[in-house]
């Protein structure tokens, strides 16, 4: 099988876990895996945006996405601000849910589906202009673990970057709460036969 092409200094590497799972992200990781970074971001995003349609309308970014690690990001501009001119809350959480979600639905066989569970986000600083960006990773293991895992759930944090800040401090720090089950037992509840 190919490879997924990793965007940064780590080189092309062969990973057998992200080999066994094939799903419709994975499979168009693969098939833009040797384009030049900018047009794999270009189809990324609108192939991702396709699936997730709602995601698809917000004008989110998919700058680097690996079995381990994905970054997305989004432009500050007036249609994700507030009545104060900051990004909105509804926009960062977002995107921080795109990250995570993304980057769990990467490693996810196609037999389960991913429901989001919970979120915690907290607010430090406002995110007044520029672009805002929300990283979410993976370790082996945990990868390993969703692999095995029929029925699970997991705590991915994702932190929130403001790229034109003049401040170290992360302005916003998210964890979300990720469960992903069996798809025959979603099946299962639709017709009421699961509690």
């Known amino acids: 099988m190919a490879q997924i092409k990793s965007t940064s200094g780590e080189g ?3 990973s057998s876990k992200s080999n066994q799972v094939i799903n419709p992200f994975t499979k168009i990781l693969r098939a833009t895996q040797f384009l030049p970074d900018s047009a794999q971001s270009y189809i990324l995003s609108k192939a991702f945006g396709k ?39 509804v926009a960062v959480t977002l995107l921080a849910e795109t990250a995570t979600g993304f980057i769990l639905g990467i490693n996810l066989p196609s037999d389960r589906v991913l429901l ?6 907290n ?28 029925k699970g759930e997991m705590v991915i944090p994702c932190v929130i970057e403001d790229r034109n800040a003049d401040s170290d401090r992360a302005p916003i720090t998210v964890e979300m709460t990720w469960a992903w089950i069996p798809k025959s037992e979603l099946k299962q509840r639709r017709k009421g036969t699961v509690k």
């Open 123 to 150: 607010f430090y600083r406002p995110l007044k202009s520029g672009q805002i960006a929300a990283t979410a990773s993976l370790s082996d293991e945990q990868r390993q673990y969703i692999l095995d895992t029929a």
């Open 51 to 89: 699936i997730v349609p709602y995601v698809g309308t917000t004008g989110i970014v998919y700058e680097k996405v690996t079995a381990n690690k994905l970054v997305v990001s989004l432009e500050n501009k007036k249609t994700v601000q507030n009545h104060i001119g900051t990004v909105h809350a």
């Open 116 to 121: 989001l569970k919970s979120y915690h986000v």
């Open 12 to 14: 092309n590497r062969k």
